[in-house]
């Protein structure tokens, strides 16, 4: 094998272990702090167990992730946490938000999220517990789903641009295709109720016995690059609520989009 041949080979190599580690951080993320057994995570990649071992040791050794003594499972390791803390200073749009959707869960008393877009992934980035006495808490923060399950990623789906839709709809269905929610018709129904009526709604899809309602945040290029959302027990999201609850989402996202574009001003 010649010196470009084998570098070639090499850059392959090196490109698909880059891929299967990031595919093993998402999980562990996705997991969040009750981590994953070995055995979950190579069921979930389709990777052998020798190859995801390999890799988590990997990761390991760069403070990527950590196996806990207690239970053996794996769960991001501080190094994650270290880069996240750098990278939200040029990503994160938590803080011109934390004031509009505080507000908005003190006054409907309901938990409201922030979610965000990352690839064909949707990310929640904030969460807010009003006071009602029944709160739904049904994502943590940092936890990651396919666009398409839960409220805030089916509405960042529906307002993608109708290519990139398609071509999303197809990698999820391909991927995910086992979760019912997620099988073409179904997704592709949400999706068109989403666009009718401006909002996304789900019931008892992650958390049975909860409704939730989102709608799709906008950079200044009209592209969805986050939603906000309220999830409640069924009893407290009547019809009329919905409604209600769908218009003030809207007026939140209105006032959100110029908040951000306000501070992506001051940078």
Sequence with gaps: MNARVKSRSMGCTDLGTIERALELLRLLATAGRYGLALTQLSGTTGLPHSTVHRLLHRLIAERMAVQRE???????????????????????????????????????GDTVYLTVRSGNESVCADRYEGPSTIRVVTLEVGSRRPLGLGAGGL?????????????????????????????????????????????????????????????????TLDNP???????????????????????RLQSTASAIQSALHSFSRQY
């Excluded at 769960?75 to 880069?83: A, D, R, T």
């Excluded at 307002?159 to 709809?169: D, G, H, K, L, S």
């Excluded at 989403?194 to 049975?208: A, D, E, M, N």
């Design 70 to 108: 207690s239970d053996k499972r794996y769960v991001l390791g501080p190094l994650s946490m270290e880069l996240g803390l750098a990278a939200s200073q040029i990503y994160d749009i938590r803080e011109p938000c934390r004031l509009i959707l505080g507000r908005l869960a003190e006054d409907i």
């Design 155 to 219: 509405a960042i789906l529906a307002a993608i641009p109708e290519e990139e839709r398609r071509v999303t709809i197809e990698h999820l269905v391909q991927r995910h295709g086992e979760n019912k929610s997620l099988r073409s018709r179904a997704l592709c129904s949400a999706i068109d109720a989403c666009r009718k009526h401006g909002y996304s709604l789900i019931r008892s899809q992650v958390t049975l016995g909860t409704t939730a309602v989102g709608v799709a945040i906008r950079d």
């Design 225 to 247: 690059i986050a939603a906000v959302s309220v999830a409640a027990v069924d009893s407290r999201m009547t019809e009329a609520r919905i409604e209600s609850l769908s218009r």
